[in-house]
């Protein structure tokens, strides 16, 4: 797994406008069809039990390989600890490179 490649493409679907960022943001849009979650592995308890709950519940993958500082990093803005990818496209690369 390439971790780096994983961020760069996440800072591609930012550029793209096919994320979604902010906890509450994420909640309402996790009922889509198309949806990964990246959750900053150093992200509160209380996000994390919401996040992993809501997920679950809807069956949709979940990422927490990251540091809320490589997330942010990766789309270009500060303290973003959960991150919703809704593009179909993005989703099956991310799953490629998780994969590989």
């Known amino acids: 797994m390439n971790n ?10 930012m550029r793209a406008r096919k994320i979604t960022l902010g906890e509450e943001f994420v909640l309402k849009e996790l009922t889509k069809e198309h ?5 900053a592995s150093d ?6 039990n919401k996040i992993i709950k809501k997920t679950d519940y809807y069956n949709v993958s979940l990422i927490n390989l990251f540091t809320t500082d490589e ?3 990766a ?10 990818v809704t593009d179909k496209g993005f989703i099956e690369k991310f799953k490629q490179y998780l994969n590989s």
């Open 4 to 13: 780096q490649r994983i961020l760069n493409l996440l800072g591609l679907a």
């Open 35 to 39: 949806s990964l979650v990246f959750l």
């Open 43 to 48: 992200a509160g308890e209380n996000i994390k």
């Open 71 to 73: 997330l942010s990093k």
């Open 75 to 84: 789309i270009g803005k500060e303290n973003r600890k959960v991150i919703l």
